[in-house]
Protein backbone atom coordinates (compact mmCIF):
# COMPACT_ATOMS: atom_id res chain seq x y z
CA UNK A 1 0.00 0.00 0.00
CA UNK A 2 1.05 3.30 -1.30
CA UNK A 3 1.79 6.00 2.49
CA UNK A 4 -0.55 8.71 2.12
CA UNK A 5 2.13 11.09 1.08
CA UNK A 6 3.01 9.06 -2.03
CA UNK A 7 -1.30 9.05 -2.50
CA UNK A 8 -1.17 12.92 -1.91
CA UNK A 9 1.58 13.70 -4.97
CA UNK A 10 -0.02 11.65 -7.34
CA UNK A 11 -4.07 13.05 -6.79
CA UNK A 12 -2.07 16.23 -6.75
CA UNK A 13 -0.04 15.59 -9.99
CA UNK A 14 -2.76 13.89 -11.91
CA UNK A 15 -4.82 17.07 -11.37
CA UNK A 16 -2.49 18.96 -13.32
CA UNK A 17 -1.70 16.03 -16.09
CA UNK A 18 -5.50 16.47 -16.81
CA UNK A 19 -5.29 20.59 -17.13
CA UNK A 20 -2.40 20.09 -19.92
CA UNK A 21 -2.32 20.15 -23.03
CA UNK A 22 1.11 18.66 -23.14
CA UNK A 23 2.86 16.24 -21.20
CA UNK A 24 5.88 13.70 -21.47
CA UNK A 25 6.68 10.17 -19.98
CA UNK A 26 9.74 9.25 -19.44
CA UNK A 27 10.36 5.62 -18.96
CA UNK A 28 12.62 3.12 -18.34
CA UNK A 29 12.66 -0.76 -19.17
CA UNK A 30 14.36 -3.16 -17.77
CA UNK A 31 12.91 -3.53 -14.27
CA UNK A 32 10.47 -0.63 -14.73
CA UNK A 33 8.05 -1.78 -17.78
CA UNK A 34 9.76 -5.06 -17.67
CA UNK A 35 11.01 -7.48 -15.52
CA UNK A 36 14.61 -8.86 -15.03
CA UNK A 37 15.49 -12.51 -16.76
CA UNK A 38 18.33 -14.21 -16.85
CA UNK A 39 19.25 -13.77 -20.59
CA UNK A 40 18.33 -10.12 -21.30
CA UNK A 41 17.12 -10.93 -24.35
CA UNK A 42 13.75 -12.47 -23.10
CA UNK A 43 12.90 -10.00 -20.64
CA UNK A 44 9.53 -8.78 -22.34
CA UNK A 45 6.66 -5.87 -20.82
CA UNK A 46 5.05 -7.10 -17.74
CA UNK A 47 1.36 -8.15 -19.37
CA UNK A 48 -0.91 -5.21 -20.00
CA UNK A 49 1.83 -2.74 -20.67
CA UNK A 50 1.86 -2.67 -24.57
CA UNK A 51 -1.94 -2.25 -24.42
CA UNK A 52 -1.95 1.13 -22.53
CA UNK A 53 1.46 2.04 -24.16
CA UNK A 54 -0.18 1.85 -27.56
CA UNK A 55 -3.29 3.80 -26.40
CA UNK A 56 -1.17 6.87 -24.52
CA UNK A 57 1.29 6.71 -27.81
CA UNK A 58 -2.24 7.60 -30.05
CA UNK A 59 -3.09 9.96 -27.98
CA UNK A 60 -1.35 13.43 -29.15
CA UNK A 61 -1.02 14.68 -25.80
CA UNK A 62 1.48 12.72 -24.46
CA UNK A 63 5.32 12.63 -25.25
CA UNK A 64 6.25 9.04 -24.49
CA UNK A 65 10.46 8.77 -24.11
CA UNK A 66 12.28 5.36 -23.40
CA UNK A 67 15.49 6.29 -21.63
CA UNK A 68 17.18 3.21 -21.56
CA UNK A 69 21.05 1.60 -20.47
CA UNK A 70 19.96 -1.11 -23.87
CA UNK A 71 20.93 -0.33 -27.43
CA UNK A 72 18.12 0.64 -29.31
CA UNK A 73 18.15 -2.33 -31.69
CA UNK A 74 17.95 -4.75 -29.18
CA UNK A 75 14.87 -3.02 -27.17
CA UNK A 76 12.74 -1.95 -30.58
CA UNK A 77 11.84 -6.03 -30.61
CA UNK A 78 10.89 -6.35 -27.49
CA UNK A 79 8.08 -3.34 -27.41
CA UNK A 80 6.74 -4.60 -30.46
CA UNK A 81 4.56 -1.27 -30.39
CA UNK A 82 3.36 0.37 -33.17
CA UNK A 83 4.02 3.66 -34.11
CA UNK A 84 7.25 3.36 -31.57
CA UNK A 85 8.22 6.06 -28.82
CA UNK A 86 11.12 8.23 -29.11
CA UNK A 87 13.68 6.11 -27.68
CA UNK A 88 17.36 7.15 -25.87
CA UNK A 89 19.76 3.98 -25.33
CA UNK A 90 22.82 3.46 -24.00
CA UNK A 91 22.39 5.24 -21.18
CA UNK A 92 21.79 8.71 -23.35
CA UNK A 93 24.81 8.08 -26.26
CA UNK A 94 22.21 7.04 -28.94
CA UNK A 95 18.48 9.04 -29.49
CA UNK A 96 15.91 7.78 -32.28
CA UNK A 97 13.94 10.05 -32.84
CA UNK A 98 9.19 8.90 -32.95
CA UNK A 99 10.01 9.67 -36.78
CA UNK A 100 12.68 7.07 -37.04
CA UNK A 101 15.89 9.74 -37.50
CA UNK A 102 18.38 8.27 -35.31
CA UNK A 103 21.34 9.97 -33.65
CA UNK A 104 24.73 9.09 -32.12
CA UNK A 105 26.74 11.30 -30.36
CA UNK A 106 30.40 10.74 -30.81
CA UNK A 107 33.03 8.96 -28.48
CA UNK A 108 36.87 9.28 -27.25
CA UNK A 109 38.83 7.12 -29.18
CA UNK A 110 41.06 6.00 -26.24
CA UNK A 111 37.98 5.10 -23.81
CA UNK A 112 36.68 2.76 -27.46
CA UNK A 113 39.98 1.13 -27.05
CA UNK A 114 39.78 0.32 -23.65
CA UNK A 115 36.63 -0.92 -24.42
CA UNK A 116 37.76 -3.11 -26.96
CA UNK A 117 40.34 -4.76 -24.75
CA UNK A 118 37.56 -5.47 -22.20
CA UNK A 119 35.66 -7.60 -24.80
CA UNK A 120 38.58 -9.20 -25.62
CA UNK A 121 39.58 -9.86 -21.90
CA UNK A 122 36.02 -11.03 -21.63
CA UNK A 123 36.27 -13.50 -24.15
CA UNK A 124 39.10 -14.82 -22.89
CA UNK A 125 37.54 -15.84 -19.56
CA UNK A 126 34.96 -17.62 -21.71
CA UNK A 127 32.14 -15.04 -20.11
CA UNK A 128 31.10 -14.17 -23.54
CA UNK A 129 27.12 -15.44 -22.40
CA UNK A 130 27.14 -13.05 -20.04
CA UNK A 131 28.11 -10.09 -22.08
CA UNK A 132 26.06 -7.16 -23.49
CA UNK A 133 27.78 -5.43 -26.37
CA UNK A 134 26.38 -1.71 -27.01
CA UNK A 135 27.40 1.62 -28.20
CA UNK A 136 29.74 3.13 -25.77
CA UNK A 137 29.26 0.98 -23.41
CA UNK A 138 29.78 -3.18 -21.88
CA UNK A 139 27.94 -5.25 -19.64
CA UNK A 140 28.61 -7.76 -17.90
CA UNK A 141 25.21 -10.22 -16.39
CA UNK A 142 25.30 -12.47 -13.87
CA UNK A 143 21.84 -13.10 -12.47
CA UNK A 144 20.43 -16.30 -12.13
CA UNK A 145 23.99 -17.89 -10.62
CA UNK A 146 24.87 -18.93 -7.44
CA UNK A 147 26.31 -16.64 -4.85
CA UNK A 148 29.72 -18.04 -5.02
CA UNK A 149 29.88 -17.92 -8.87
CA UNK A 150 28.33 -14.03 -8.90
CA UNK A 151 31.36 -13.11 -5.83
CA UNK A 152 33.92 -15.03 -8.22
CA UNK A 153 32.71 -13.14 -11.29
CA UNK A 154 32.27 -9.57 -9.68
CA UNK A 155 35.93 -9.72 -8.44
CA UNK A 156 37.68 -10.55 -11.25
CA UNK A 157 36.10 -8.38 -13.44
CA UNK A 158 35.67 -5.78 -10.63
CA UNK A 159 39.76 -5.91 -10.62
CA UNK A 160 40.35 -5.61 -14.34
CA UNK A 161 37.77 -3.40 -15.25
CA UNK A 162 38.85 -0.61 -12.78
CA UNK A 163 42.66 -1.15 -13.85
CA UNK A 164 41.38 -0.50 -17.13
CA UNK A 165 39.07 2.40 -16.65
CA UNK A 166 41.82 4.44 -14.59
CA UNK A 167 44.28 3.86 -17.61
CA UNK A 168 41.52 4.66 -20.63
CA UNK A 169 39.51 7.36 -19.16
CA UNK A 170 36.35 4.76 -18.98
CA UNK A 171 34.26 4.57 -15.64
CA UNK A 172 33.10 0.83 -13.79
CA UNK A 173 28.91 1.17 -12.64
CA UNK A 174 27.16 -1.35 -10.90
CA UNK A 175 23.42 -2.24 -11.85
CA UNK A 176 20.93 -4.83 -10.13
CA UNK A 177 22.39 -8.32 -11.61
CA UNK A 178 25.96 -6.70 -13.12
CA UNK A 179 28.52 -4.78 -14.06
CA UNK A 180 29.32 -1.79 -16.65
CA UNK A 181 32.21 -0.37 -18.31
CA UNK A 182 31.00 2.84 -20.04
CA UNK A 183 32.51 5.62 -21.68
CA UNK A 184 31.69 8.65 -19.56
CA UNK A 185 30.48 12.24 -20.29
CA UNK A 186 26.68 11.03 -21.15
CA UNK A 187 23.76 9.52 -19.01
CA UNK A 188 20.06 9.28 -18.70
CA UNK A 189 20.09 12.55 -16.97
CA UNK A 190 21.34 14.16 -19.58
CA UNK A 191 18.62 12.86 -22.03
CA UNK A 192 16.31 14.13 -20.01
CA UNK A 193 17.52 17.74 -19.54
CA UNK A 194 17.33 17.43 -23.54
CA UNK A 195 13.77 16.96 -23.37
CA UNK A 196 13.22 19.44 -20.49
CA UNK A 197 15.01 21.87 -22.95
CA UNK A 198 12.58 21.13 -25.75
CA UNK A 199 9.47 21.40 -24.38
CA UNK A 200 7.09 24.20 -23.01
CA UNK A 201 7.13 25.36 -19.01
CA UNK A 202 3.23 24.30 -18.77
CA UNK A 203 4.30 20.52 -19.76
CA UNK A 204 3.45 18.15 -17.15
CA UNK A 205 6.52 15.50 -16.69
CA UNK A 206 7.12 12.00 -15.17
CA UNK A 207 10.01 10.04 -15.18
CA UNK A 208 9.95 6.04 -14.15
CA UNK A 209 13.09 4.40 -14.01
CA UNK A 210 14.01 1.47 -11.01
CA UNK A 211 18.11 1.39 -11.33
CA UNK A 212 20.79 2.83 -9.55
CA UNK A 213 21.33 4.53 -13.31
CA UNK A 214 17.93 6.16 -13.00
CA UNK A 215 18.93 8.47 -10.46
CA UNK A 216 20.85 10.55 -12.83
CA UNK A 217 17.01 11.08 -14.65
CA UNK A 218 15.79 11.76 -11.04
CA UNK A 219 18.04 14.87 -10.16
CA UNK A 220 17.56 16.14 -13.86
CA UNK A 221 13.71 15.91 -13.45
CA UNK A 222 13.11 16.85 -9.66
CA UNK A 223 12.22 20.30 -10.18
CA UNK A 224 10.45 20.11 -13.24
CA UNK A 225 8.64 16.77 -13.08
CA UNK A 226 7.71 13.32 -10.70
CA UNK A 227 10.60 10.87 -10.52
CA UNK A 228 8.87 7.58 -9.73
CA UNK A 229 10.61 5.09 -8.56
CA UNK A 230 9.54 1.24 -9.76
CA UNK A 231 10.47 -1.17 -7.15
CA UNK A 232 9.11 -3.59 -4.87
CA UNK A 233 11.63 -3.09 -2.05
CA UNK A 234 12.88 0.51 -0.58
CA UNK A 235 16.10 1.82 -1.47
CA UNK A 236 17.31 5.24 -0.88
CA UNK A 237 16.43 7.68 -4.28
CA UNK A 238 15.86 10.74 -5.37
CA UNK A 239 12.05 9.99 -6.86
CA UNK A 240 9.65 11.58 -5.16
CA UNK A 241 7.15 8.50 -5.11
CA UNK A 242 7.19 4.70 -5.20
CA UNK A 243 5.29 2.05 -7.34
CA UNK A 244 5.13 -1.77 -6.79
CA UNK A 245 5.61 -3.36 -10.16
CA UNK A 246 3.15 -4.45 -11.73
CA UNK A 247 -0.24 -3.47 -10.28
CA UNK A 248 1.10 -0.56 -9.33
CA UNK A 249 2.60 0.72 -12.43
CA UNK A 250 -0.36 -0.63 -14.51
CA UNK A 251 -2.84 1.66 -12.45
CA UNK A 252 0.03 4.87 -12.75
CA UNK A 253 -0.19 4.07 -16.60
CA UNK A 254 -4.26 3.19 -16.90
CA UNK A 255 -4.57 6.75 -15.13
CA UNK A 256 -2.98 8.65 -17.35
CA UNK A 257 -4.17 7.81 -20.06
CA UNK A 258 -7.09 8.65 -18.51
CA UNK A 259 -6.29 11.77 -17.61
CA UNK A 260 -5.44 12.83 -21.27
CA UNK A 261 -7.88 11.70 -23.04
Same mark, same amino acid.
Given at each position: ?????????????????????????????????????????????????????????????????????????????????????????????????? %?? !?????? /?????? =? +? #????? @?????????????????????????????????????????????????????????????????????????????????????????? %?? !?????? /?????? =? +? #????? @???????????????????????????????
Amino acid at each position: MRSSQATAILKTFFQSLAGTSHSVLMLDYDGTLAPFRVKPSKAVPYPGVRPILRRILRNERTRVVLISGRWTRDLIPLLRLDPLPEIWGSHGWERQHA %DG !RYEIFP /FDERAL =R +G #LAEAD @RWVERKDLEDRAEQKPGCLALHWRGLGRQRVESIRSQVLQCWSQLARRTGLEVTEFDGGLELRVPGRHKGDAVKTILKEVGPDAVLAYLG %DN !RTDEDA /FRAIRK =R +G #LGILV @RRTRRPTNAQVRLKPPDELLDFLKRWHQHTK
